[in-house]
């Protein structure tokens, strides 16, 4: 047995557009209106002074809507499947996601991430997220 960990696994993503490209009025529209929208999970399961930890449960085909992460964050695959996120310079990413593997993003003194999720997968798509309240931003009002 190795010393490799799944959160070592490389995250498997490729670009499928740029550009803006096949994003309908709706979906620019979405990111004008969730500019600021907080909820990055489906459900905040625990909320204390340091941290929020959210849980998603993707069906095929669904999708979380545009959020934004203001906050450092760690996420945590409980399944395996593929997603579609786009994000708000226009690209648009196909993502392969492996049970157990985590990454760690932080988001830097007003910086942030505002992007959506959908399952383009055959299986329930879960994920656990943990936000850090301890780095430079401000957390969003839910």
Same mark, same amino acid.
């Given at each position: 047995?190795?010393?490799?960990?799944?959160?070592?696994? =490389?995250?498997?993503?490729?670009?499928?557009?740029?550009?803006?490209?096949?994003?309908?009025?709706?979906?620019?529209?979405?990111?004008?209106?969730?500019?600021?929208?907080?909820?990055?999970? *489906?459900?905040?399961?625990?909320?204390?002074?340091?941290?929020?930890? /959210?849980? $998603?449960?993707? *069906?095929?085909?669904?999708? &979380?809507?545009?959020?934004?992460?203001?906050?450092?964050?760690? /996420?945590?695959?409980?399944?395996?499947?593929? =997603?579609? *996120?786009?994000?708000?310079?226009? $690209? $648009?990413?196909? &993502?392969?996601?492996?049970?157990? *593997?985590?990454?760690?993003?932080?988001?830097?003194?007003?910086?942030?991430?505002?992007?959506?999720?959908?399952?383009?997968?055959?299986?329930?798509?879960?994920?656990? $997220?943990?936000?850090?309240?301890?780095?430079?931003?401000?957390?969003?009002?839910?």
């Amino acid at each position: 047995m190795g010393n490799e960990s799944r959160s070592d696994l =490389a995250l498997s993503s490729t670009v499928v557009a740029e550009g803006f490209a096949r994003w309908s009025p709706q979906l620019r529209k979405e990111f004008d209106t969730n500019a600021h929208n907080g909820r990055i999970g *489906q459900s905040l399961v625990k909320e204390t002074d340091s941290l929020r930890i /959210w849980e $998603t449960s993707l *069906q095929p085909g669904e999708r &979380i809507p545009v959020h934004r992460h203001v906050l450092d964050y760690f /996420w945590i695959a409980l399944t395996s499947g593929r =997603a579609r *996120q786009h994000s708000s310079d226009g $690209t $648009t990413h196909e &993502i392969s996601y492996v049970r157990g *593997q985590s990454r760690h993003f932080c988001c830097p003194d007003g910086r942030y991430h505002l992007h959506d999720l959908k399952n383009i997968g055959d299986e329930v798509l879960s994920f656990l $997220t943990i936000e850090t309240k301890d780095g430079p931003n401000e957390p969003i009002q839910l």
